[in-house]
């Protein structure tokens, strides 16, 4: 692995920035990832199937770096901590309905232990770029990260995800986090306007389930954004 790179995760909120962007996946890839394991359904945790509403925006973070490699796979093998499949699908925001192909979503985070690492010195460790399918599904393998204290108290652990439009044109910055948290909502924080952990459009339940050929945690995702 590539000589270790800590950013450090006390610097104070500054530079946290909502940009919109979009997201999507791969369903052949998805099942390449742990064959013979059934996919859930991608809802968002705690949606209403009967309300179609575009998924809300979070903070773009300090840590966001251009230049991450195309990969399904973020976590190395050896890298510390749960192994954790995300699955969903990308959705226009005008039916809530049809999928949306071709769209490149940018991942980064934390590792198990709260820290981002510098993306050229690391070798993009735990960052990396998924194009969508057509069938606007989208697979990620990587770990759970985990959570980390500001200046201002703690943040609940979470993924960051920038995802662009086929043109290159941004639909989507948002954070995705996880049921059960024990710093979720009022406990977090970076509160509204800026992060958003009490939506529970972007917080995921996870199941146990077998992740590469280890035991992990499962979760799925439906995003919505503008075509």
Not at 51 to 66: I, N, Y
Not at 126 to 141: K, S, V, Y
Not at 189 to 218: H, K, Q
């Amino acid at each position: 692995m590539s000589e270790r790179v800590v950013l450090p995760r006390r610097r104070a909120l500054r530079l946290l920035a909502a940009t919109p962007l979009a997201l999507a996946g791969c369903g052949e890839a998805v099942r390449a990832l742990d064959a013979g394991v059934a996919a859930p359904d991608a809802g968002a945790g705690g949606a209403d199937a009967a309300v179609c509403r575009p998924s809300g925006r979070d903070a773009l973070g300090p840590f966001f770096e251009e230049g991450s490699p195309m990969r399904m796979v973020i976590a190395a093998p050896d890298e510390a901590g749960e192994r954790l499949l995300v699955e969903g699908s990308l959705l226009d925001a005008a039916d809530c309905a049809r999928p949306l192909a071709g769209y490149v979503i940018d991942v980064w985070q934390a590792d198990v232990d709260g820290n981002y690492h510098a993306a050229g010195a690391s070798g993009h460790r735990l960052r990396g770029r998924i194009a969508t399918g057509a069938d606007g599904r989208f697979a990620l393998e990587t770990i759970k990260p985990g959570f980390y204290e500001t200046g201002a108290g703690p943040r609940p652990a979470h993924l960051h995800l920038r995802v662009y439009a086929p043109d290159g044109g941004d639909r989507l910055v948002t954070q995705v986090y996880f049921a059960g948290d024990a710093f979720l909502g009022a406990a977090d924080s970076c509160g509204p306007p800026t992060c958003f952990s009490n939506d529970p459009d972007r917080i995921m339940t996870l199941e146990p389930a077998r992740v590469g050929g280890r035991d992990g945690l499962r979760g799925a995702l439906r995003l919505v954004v503008a075509a």
